[in-house]
DNA sequence: TCGTCGAACCGTAACGGTTCAGACGGCCCT
DNA sequence: AGGGCCGTCTGAACCGTTACGGTTCGACGA
C-alpha cells in the first residue's frame, strides 16, 4: 500500500455521502439499518466505504447521539496493575468479563491515580454504567462515580449506598462459621491478621478505636463474625489481637504473623481475613519450622486456587460468579427503581491447617 | 436525599450556562482552563453546578469534541473471560495496565464474541489506539482494527505489520536456546506439543502442511528454533512429531501429552510450547507414574510463576515487560512516523524437568 | 486625552453522527 | 380515475461539548 501518513483526517460519513450525491441518512442507514434502503444502494455506499477507507460510523459521535457507550467502567480501589495480580479479583474479573462479552459490551478499567484525589479518570470515562469493586466508604472516585448520571453496581463494598446495586457475600456469617470450627477444635487464643481497615498507611495492631472506625465493611464483618463466634464460648474480643497490614501481599502476611505471634506467642491460631495473607503467615511458620496444624493453626478467607492448592481452611466466596452476577445486576436491569441486593453463598473449607490447638490432647484423650 | 428517580435528564453545560447567564464557553473554561475567568466567576459556576447536580462536562461530547477518548482499546483472541486464567497474560496485562495508570488513561477490554465473525465490538470502541495481544495474522477482529484510523501496537503477533509498532520477544532464538540445551543433554528422540497453529479447532498431530500454513507466528517461530536446533545434531524435522492443541489449558498440555507419547513411546522429551502445556504434560507424567526428568524431560515457554514453583525447565520471556513497552510505545509516540519494533530478551531456565535422556548413561560413564 | 494592552468573557462553528417526520413516486385496489 | 399504502430516500434538528477568533472594558503610560 502506499507509504500515506497515519495522520490522513479519514473519510467522515459525510464526506462518503456527498461522493455518493447521496443524503448522510441514507449512509447512516447503509450501516444501522439495512431494510431502510435498497440492497443495490447498500452496496454501493459499503463499497464507496472500503475504496474512501472510510471505517464506518465515528464511535464516539454514535455514542454521543445514542448515549449509549457500549462499555461499562470498573473501578477498583486499588492501582490497576495491582488487579491482576491478586487472585480474587481476576476471579471477579473473570466472571464479570464474562457478563460483558455476553452482552457485547466493553469493560473499561478506570484508571486510580495511586493515593492521587485526581478524579478525573472517573469523570473521563465513556461508559454505561459504572462497576464498584470493592472499595472504602469513603472512596473520593467512588463518590464521583455516584455524581455521574449512570447506574452503578457495587461489589462487596461498600454497604447500603442509597439507589445502588449490590453484589457481595455475607461476610460476618462465613467467619461465624470459621470461628465455630475454630472453637470447636478448641482454640481459645486466636490471633488475627487484617487487611487494611480505613483510608492511610497503616501497619501494626488495630486497636479498638482503629477498628471501630474502619471504613471497610468487608473487613469490618469478618472482624464481627469471628467477635461472634469468639463471644459464644465466652472469649472476650478485647483479649484478640488484630494485626493490620496496609499492603494485601504474601510478604506482608509473613511479617504480619511475625509481628502477631512476637507480640502474643501464646495464640494457637492465626485468623487471617484474607487467603493472600494467610499464605503468607503459613510462610512464616514455615520459616520458623512451626509445623501447621501440630503448633498453629492458620486460616484465610476468599478461597482462591493458590489457598486450596496450600489445603489452606478457609471461607470459599464465589468470586467469579460475583462478577458474572455484578455484570449481569447492570446489564441486564430493567426499568426497576427498586436496588437490588444479591448475597452469594459462602462455604466453609476445612483444609489441612486447622487442627486442634497444641498441647491439648483431649479431643485424644478424654474419650 | 430525595428519591429522585436515577433516569432524570441531567443537567448540560449549557443549562448550567443558562441559569448563571453566562456562556456556555465560561463554564466550560470554568472546567478545563481555570485561569480563562476569575476566580470568584469560577466558584459560581462550580456551586451552581453542585446546585444543579452538573456532573461536569460530558465525556463523550468532550471526546468527540477534543478528539480523545483518553482510553486505549485492548484486543484478545480468545475470549475476554479467558484472558485473566492465563498466567502469561495476566502478567502482560499488569505491565500493560501500568502504563496506562501512569499516562491516566483507561483500558478497556474489548469483547470479542466467541468464535463470531462480528467485529462491531471493534467499531463501538471509544479509544484513542489499539493494543493488539497475540492474535492470529488474518483475525478479523485485527483487520478491523487496522481499518480505524487509530494507532495500533502488536504484542507478538502478528509480525511484520505495515506501519505499526510491535513489540515481542525473539521466540526463535529462544527455542533455538532450549533446544540446544537438550540436545547438548543427549536427547534425539523429541516430541512437540504446541498451541494453536491456525484458525479452526483442530486437535492431533500436526502434519507439515498443517505448519506450514500456521497463521501464528509466534508458533512458527517457537517450532522453528527447535527445528534449527535439532538440525545442528542432524536431526531430521521430519522425523519429530507434533501434536496440536486447540485450548490452552493443563488439561489439553495433560491429554496432548499422553497422545504424543502413546503414539511415540521412544520419546525422550517433551518439548512444549507454554508452560501451561508443560505443567498438563507433567501431570501426565505424574498420573503414569513416569519420573521427570529420570524417565522424560518436559520442557515449556514463558516462564510464568507456576513453572517456576514447578521447577520446569523453559524460556522466560518478560511478559510485565512487553505490556509495559507495549503500552508506552502506543502512548509516547511523538510524531515519528517509522514504526518501531521492540524484541526484548528471553533468558533459559533450567530447571528440575530436564536431565539426560533414560537409558543413555554416556555421560556418567563415557569418562 | 488618547492609544495600547491584558484580563475576562463571549458567539459561532464545528465534532460526526442518528433520528424523525415527511416527500416522492409507483403500485394495487376499488 | 382516484385514494391509499409502501418502499426509498431526504432535510433539518439535535446530542453536549470545545476550538477559535473575537469583543469589551478598565487600567495605565505617555
Known amino acids: 500500500m502506499s507509504g500515506l501518513p497515519n495522520v490522513r483526517r479519514p473519510a467522515t460519513l459525510a464526506s462518503l455521502a456527498a461522493e455518493l450525491g447521496v443524503s448522510r441518512t441514507t449512509v447512516s442507514n447503509a450501516y444501522n439499518r439495512p431494510d431502510q434502503l435498497s440492497a443495490p444502494l447498500r452496496a454501493r455506499v459499503l463499497e464507496a466505504a472500503r475504496r474512501l477507507g472510510y471505517p464506518g460510523p465515528d464511535p464516539v459521535a454514535r455514542s454521543l447521539r445514542t448515549r449509549k457507550a457500549g462499555a461499562v467502567g470498573l473501578l477498583l480501589t486499588e492501582a490497576l496493575s495491582y488487579a491482576f495480580r491478586d487472585p480474587a479479583v481476576t476471579g471477579f474479573l473473570e466472571g464479570l468479563a464474562l457478563a460483558c462479552e455476553q452482552a457485547n459490551q466493553g469493560l473499561l478499567l478506570v484508571p486510580v491515580s495511586p493515593e492521587a484525589v485526581d478524579v478525573t479518570a472517573v469523570h473521563q470515562a465513556g461508559v454505561d454504567g459504572f462497576v464498584v469493586y470493592s472499595v472504602r466508604e469513603d472512596d473520593p472516585h467512588f463518590l464521583a462515580v455516584l455524581e455521574r448520571p449512570v447506574p452503578t453496581v457495587v461489589c462487596d463494598q461498600p454497604h447500603n449506598v442509597e439507589g ?204
Open 164 to 367: 445502588v446495586d449490590r453484589v457481595g457475600v455475607d461476610d460476618r456469617a462465613g467467619m461465624l462459621g470459621l470461628a465455630r470450627h475454630l472453637t470447636e477444635l478448641g482454640h481459645r487464643r486466636v490471633g488475627v491478621l487484617c487487611m487494611r481497615l480505613a483510608a492511610g498507611r497503616h501497619d501494626g495492631p488495630a486497636l479498638p478505636d482503629r477498628q471501630a472506625g474502619a471504613t471497610y465493611p468487608v473487613q469490618r464483618d469478618r472482624l464481627g463474625g469471628l467477635r461472634d463466634g469468639l463471644a459464644e464460648v465466652g472469649v472476650d474480643w478485647a483479649d484478640v489481637p488484630v494485626i493490620e497490614r496496609f499492603e494485601h501481599s504474601v510478604a506482608a502476611g509473613r511479617d504480619g504473623a511475625q509481628e502477631l505471634l512476637a507480640a502474643h506467642p501464646e495464640i494457637t491460631a492465626v485468623v487471617c481475613t484474607s487467603d493472600i495473607l494467610a499464605l503468607g503467615a503459613l510462610g512464616f511458620a514455615a520459616d520458623k519450622g512451626l509445623s501447621v496444624p501440630g503448633e498453629l493453626t492458620v486460616t484465610g478467607f476468599d478461597g482462591v486456587p493458590e489457598a486450596e492448592r496450600a489445603g489452606l481452611t478457609t471461607v470459599r466466596q464465589p468470586v467469579l460468579e460475583k462478577g458474572r452476577v455484578a455484570g449481569e445486576l447492570l446489564l441486564q436491569r430493567g426499568d426497576r427503581n427498586r436496588p437490588r441486593r444479591v448475597t452469594l453463598p459462602t462455604e466453609l473449607i476445612i483444609g489441612e491447617t486447622s487442627g486442634i490447638p497444641r498441647g491439648d490432647e483431649r479431643f485424644f484423650s478424654g474419650w
